[in-house]
């Protein structure tokens, strides 16, 4: 039995943005104390905003999911409305990366999977060794076609 492969959007972009919103809230907390006489003390939740930033990239990360098990591909995505998308790997005709000169820095890159079903295609962003991912789904559809000419 082969395993199976579970691919989500990277966190990266989570972590950083968590990073710089931290370091904007010190800098406004800071600014309001300096100042604290002549600002109101609201401008120190107007330097909160920049968390939203890490949460819309933790939704993403969990509201979308590749997963490749057996003879299936299956593609699942949304948060409160969600849509699952099934594909036999036989029906895979060619998985390509995208990568921009900042997700070859990041190490992230899109993953777009054609197929000959009715969708055509998938596109996955943000997945992290996106070369990595696209030769475990080709070799996992490499081996269900040996194995149906072995049957045959």
Same mark, same amino acid.
């Given at each position: 039995?082969?395993?199976?492969?579970? !691919?989500?959007?990277?966190?990266?972009?989570?972590? @950083?943005?968590? =990073? *710089? /919103?931290? #370091?904007?809230?010190?800098? %406004?907390?800071?600014?309001?104390?300096?100042?604290?006489?002549?600002?109101?003390?609201? !401008?120190?939740?107007?330097?909160?905003?920049?968390? @939203?930033?890490? =949460? *819309? /990239?933790? #939704?993403?990360?969990?509201? %979308?999911?590749?997963?490749?098990?057996?003879?299936?591909?299956?593609?699942?995505?949304?948060?409160?409305?969600?849509?699952?998308?099934?594909?036999?790997?036989?029906?895979?005709?060619?998985?390509?990366?995208?990568? %921009?000169?900042?997700?070859?820095?990041?190490?992230?890159?899109?993953?777009?999977?054609?197929?000959?079903?009715?969708?055509?295609?998938?596109?996955?962003?943000?997945?992290?060794?996106?070369?990595?991912?696209?030769?475990?789904?080709?070799?996992?559809?490499?081996?269900?076609?040996?194995?149906?000419?072995?049957?045959?």
């Amino acid at each position: 039995m082969a395993e199976e492969l579970v !691919v989500r959007p990277s966190l990266r972009r989570a972590k @950083l943005t968590l =990073v *710089l /919103a931290f #370091i904007i809230l010190c800098a %406004t907390f800071y600014a309001w104390w300096l100042f604290r006489e002549h600002v109101a003390w609201w !401008v120190v939740v107007v330097g909160a905003f920049p968390f @939203l930033a890490p =949460v *819309l /990239a933790w #939704i993403d990360h969990r509201r %979308t999911c590749l997963t490749v098990s057996g003879r299936i591909l299956s593609y699942h995505q949304g948060f409160i409305a969600t849509s699952t998308e099934r594909i036999d790997l036989s029906k895979v005709q060619n998985v390509k990366v995208e990568r %921009t000169l900042v997700d070859r820095i990041w190490g992230v890159g899109t993953l777009v999977i054609e197929t000959a079903s009715e969708s055509g295609r998938l596109v996955m962003q943000y997945v992290d060794s996106p070369t990595k991912v696209a030769d475990k789904i080709v070799a996992a559809g490499a081996r269900i076609d040996s194995e149906g000419k072995q049957d045959v």
